[in-house]
Nanobody
Framework: QVQLVESGGGLVQAGGSLRLSCVASGSFFSRNRVGWYRQAPGKQRALVAAIASFGSTNYADSVKGRFTIARDNAKNTVSLQMNNLKPEDTAVYYC???????????????WGQGTQVTVSS
């Protein structure tokens, strides 16, 4: 069974940085696009960033230039470096795999438990 385990959330002031990590079990991870979604209170879960197995990346417009997604296939990990955080980045962040792209990005079947990121103003 596939498991995704996130770590690295927390409370930070606006302008600060956090790094999220996700470790996956199973060999499927390295062959698939993976990424991060987030869900703020009262809002739908939305894609933040995705990275293909060969390394190409995609970001939500709201985080471009501030967030960086990376992966280490040998360690089955994906990370999200978040810089210059803003209060509107406050949400629960979820690791997800395998993300499908068919013209639109679609969440995969496997989710982590979520990690809270809170940015104070």
């Amino acid at each position: 069974q596939v498991q995704l385990v996130e770590s690295g959330g927390g409370l930070v002031q606006a302008g600060g940085s956090l790094r999220l990590s996700c470790v996956a079990s199973g060999s499927f991870f390295s062959r698939n696009r993976v990424g991060w979604y987030r869900q703020a209170p009262g809002k739908q879960r939305a894609l933040v960033a995705a990275i293909a197995s060969f390394g190409s990346t995609n970001y939500a417009d709201s985080v471009k230039g501030r967030f960086t997604i990376a992966r280490d296939n040998a360690k089955n990990t994906v990370s999200l470096q978040m810089n210059n955080l803003k209060p509107e980045d406050t949400a629960v962040y979820y690791c997800n795999a395998p993300i499908i792209f068919d013209g639109n990005y679609r969440a995969g079947a496997y989710w982590g438990q979520g990690t809270q990121v809170t940015v104070s103003s």
